[in-house]
């Protein structure tokens, strides 16, 4: 089978299309039941947090710089702080948690 990127990018984009456009037509009436609604609210967070961990993980030398500075950002995230706060504690948590893994390993 020969590969067509030109084929295959037509039907990704067909796909992707179909599963936005298909709910939007067939559901004609405004959704009511609490439980879909809350479900239906929180997909986007899930979807984000599902692409975003492996990535956090993955992003370092080192799985426990990962880790603290995963830890660390969800210390700042859980006090409110702005996304710049939150970006910056992290990355100065794994910077120096680079160091010291560095310094002694």
């Known amino acids: 089978m020969e590969n067509n990127i030109y084929l295959m990018i037509f039907v990704m984009a067909g796909v992707t299309y179909l599963i936005r456009m298909l709910p939007l037509a ?3 009436k405004e959704i009511t039941s609490p439980f879909i609604r809350s479900f239906l609210f929180y997909v986007p967070y899930a979807c984000l947090a599902a692409m975003t961990f492996p990535a956090i993980l993955l992003a370092t030398s080192s799985i426990w710089s990962a880790f603290v500075g995963f ?3 969800l210390a700042a995230a859980y006090r409110e702080k702005s996304l710049l ?3 910056a504690c992290a990355c100065v ?3 120096i ?3 010291v893994i560095g310094l002694f390993g």
């Open 26 to 28: 067939l559901v004609k």
């Open 71 to 73: 830890a660390v950002a």
């Open 85 to 87: 706060t939150v970006a």
């Open 97 to 99: 948690t680079e160091r």
């Open 93 to 95: 948590a794994v910077f």
